[in-house]
């Protein structure tokens, strides 16, 4: 069971990729990658995490991405074929934000061994 839904995950990932990149209108199209998806045992529901750059867009990307929502369902399920479509859901991937922040302490640690 756990490598099926992966593989949905996978599948899920791959396809909303192309999507966005054929369907996003936005004024200066931010990147937006998808991180990682995590589908429920039952695909009742899909999260979809997301990092955006510049990352002062991630609110309005996901503002945007929730208000298109039904929009890019019917997207993803009409290219994938699943007996259940699960619901999708947009989150940022604040692993990403928090990985970026913790480089930017080592980064200034450094800069401040470096001085002395």
Partial sequence: MKERISQINSLIA????????KEIEMEEKPLITIDYVKTSKDL????????????????????????????F??????????????????FENKKQREVEEIEKVFEKIEKEKNKE
């Fill in 73 to 90: 369902q019917k997207l993803l399920f009409q290219k994938i074929n699943f007996k259940k479509n699960p619901k999708i859901h947009f």
């Fill in 14 to 21: 791959q396809t909303l990729s192309d999507i966005f990149l």
């Fill in 44 to 71: 009742s529901f899909a999260n979809i995490y997301i990092s955006v750059f510049p990352q002062e867009k991630t609110k309005g990307v996901l503002d945007y991405l929730s208000r298109k929502r039904g929009y």
